[in-house]
C-alpha cells in the first residue's frame, strides 16, 4: 500500500543544508497497522508529510497503492491525497464554526458530493462513534476525546485506502488514549483499512501489527 524506497530528504542548500531522512526504506501492506516510533528530532514528521503526499523527497522513491508519485503534479497529488487518504492529528483541527457533523462532512464538500448526501454519510459515521447526539453541536462543546472522535470520524468519512495518524492520542487522558486506540484498532480489524500510527508511545506501538524505529532519520529495527 505504502513504499519507501532509498528516501533521503534534505532541506537547505549547502553549507546549512539539514538531512533528515537517510536512505529509508520500508513497505506497509494493505490492511496492516503499523507504528512509525522514534524520539523527538528522528525523522517522524517528515516521514509523515512524505507519506501524506504533503511534501516531495530529495531522493528516492515513494508508491501509493503500487503507484510511484515522484512525477505528479501538485494537482495530481492534491487529487490522489483527497481519494485515497484520511489524516488524524494531534490537534484535532475542528472548526469551531462548523458543527460537529459539518466538520465531519468537510472533506466531501471538497468532492463536489451534494449537501443531502454529505450529511447522511457525517450522520451515519457520527451514530458508528456513539456521536450522533452531538451532530449539531460546536465542537468546542465536546471532550479532547468526543473531539478526536469526530477527527476520526472525519478522516474516514471519505473511505480512504490509507488512515495516517500523528500522535493521535497526544492530547488525551490515558483512558481516553486507550478508548481511541480500541477505534482505531477495531476498524483496522473489522475492515482492512491500512494504518500507519506515528507515536513516541511504545505501548500504544505494541499493539500495532509492525514497529518500524527511526533514529536520527535512519530506520533501525523493524519488530512485528
Not at 533521503?8 to 496492516?32: C, D, M, W, Y
Not at 504533503?54 to 487529487?79: E, K, V
Not at 462532512?105 to 471538497?110: I, N, R, W
Request: proline share 5%; charged share 20%.
Amino acid at each position: 500500500m505504502l513504499g519507501f524506497h532509498d528516501i533521503n530528504k534534505v532541506f537547505g542548500r549547502p553549507p546549512n543544508a539539514i538531512s533528515v531522512l537517510h536512505q529509508v526504506t520500508f513497505n506497509i501492506r494493505h490492511g496492516e497497522f503499523c507504528a512509525i516510533v522514534g524520539p523527538s528530532g528522528s525523522g517522524k514528521s517528515s516521514l509523515l508529510n512524505l507519506a501524506g503526499l504533503l511534501d516531495r523527497p530529495t531522493s528516492g522513491c515513494i508508491t501509493i497503492n503500487g503507484q510511484p508519485i515522484g512525477t505528479m503534479s501538485a494537482a495530481a497529488l492534491a487529487r490522489l491525497r483527497n481519494r485515497l487518504l484520511g489524516f488524524v492529528f494531534q490537534s484535532f483541527h475542528l472548526l469551531p464554526r462548523l458543527s460537529v457533523w459539518q466538520n465531519v462532512a468537510l472533506p466531501l464538500q471538497y468532492r463536489g458530493i451534494d449537501l443531502p448526501e454529505r450529511k447522511r454519510r457525517a450522520h451515519a459515521l457520527l451514530e458508528r462513534l456513539a456521536l450522533l447526539e452531538k451532530a449539531e453541536q460546536s465542537p468546542a462543546r465536546l471532550s479532547g476525546g468526543q473531539q478526536q472522535r469526530v477527527a476520526l470520524a472525519r478522516a474516514l468519512v471519505g473511505s480512504p485506502r490509507l488512515l495516517l495518524a500523528d500522535e493521535p492520542t497526544g492530547n488525551l487522558d490515558s483512558v481516553t488514549a486507550a478508548e481511541v486506540m480500541a477505534l482505531l484498532t477495531g476498524i483496522n480489524r473489522q475492515e482492512g483499512l491500512t494504518m500507519v500510527l506515528v507515536t513516541h508511545d511504545q505501548a500504544l506501538a505494541r499493539q500495532c501489527h509492525r514497529r518500524i524505529t527511526l533514529l536520527d532519520g535512519r530506520v533501525v529495527e523493524v519488530t512485528s
